[in-house]
């Protein structure tokens, strides 16, 4: 098994079954961003990451993100003891983004994109002498099943960002990734 699936799988099954966040071994010193995805017999379970790193290392990206897809994806219950062993994982170590200067550069099955947004709240700026900006971003990694433009991946980036991209000023950044997959499990 990869190194890098075995310590996804190892965080979720030791922070599930104890409550315990493991320690990553020293030699993943590299930072990149990561995301961890969680299938249940080929069915979304759960996914969490990060698009920069947060962490020293890759490890402690991994565990991080492997604990939150478990636990935190608001689109799921936390992941249960009963379902460990039917749970595969799909690694994602994110390669820096890239500014996109036009649309063409774009490719869904071979770079991933983050669409960011930022202005100040209408009713900031009537009601507070000095209001603040906001950012908003939406990330959609690349090659995911039935995203297969990019205006359906720019679509689908914008509405995880709650972006309104005809109101909104845009700038789409893009990134590869280097993908683990632990084969799915029946």
């Known amino acids: 098994m990869n190194p890098y699936i075995l310590l ?35 069915q979304l ?9 947060t962490k020293e290392n890759i490890g402690k ?13 608001y689109r799921f219950d936390p992941i249960e ?3 460990l062993s039917s749970l595969s994982y799909i690694v994602y170590i994110l390669n820096e983004p890239e500014l ?9 099955k071979k770079y991933g994109i983050i669409i960011k947004s930022q202005g ?23 090659d995911l099943e ?15 960002g709650g972006i309104d991209s005809m109101k909104e000023q845009i700038v789409i950044y893009k990134f590869t990734v280097e993908k683990y997959e632990e084969k799915e499990k029946n």
Do not use: H, W
Not at 45 to 53: A, D
Not at 61 to 73: F, K
Not at 120 to 142: C, T
């Open 8 to 42: 996804a799988k190892q965080a979720v099954e030791n922070y599930v079954k104890e409550g315990k966040v493991i320690s990553p071994a020293e030699n993943l010193s590299k930072q990149a961003g990561v995301f961890v995805t969680i299938e249940n017999q080929g």
């Open 45 to 53: 379970r759960g996914c969490m990451g990060t698009y920069s790193p």
């Open 120 to 142: 100040f709240s209408s009713l900031d700026v009537i009601f507070n002498p000095a209001p603040r900006l906001y950012q908003k971003s939406g990330l959609l990694l690349p």
């Open 61 to 73: 990206e991994i565990v991080a993100n492997a604990i939150a897809a478990a636990t935190e994806d």
């Open 81 to 83: 003891e009963k379902e």
């Open 100 to 108: 996109v200067k036009d649309v063409s550069e774009l490719d869904p």
């Open 146 to 160: 039935g995203v297969d433009t990019v205006e359906k991946q720019i679509s689908i980036a914008c509405q995880k």
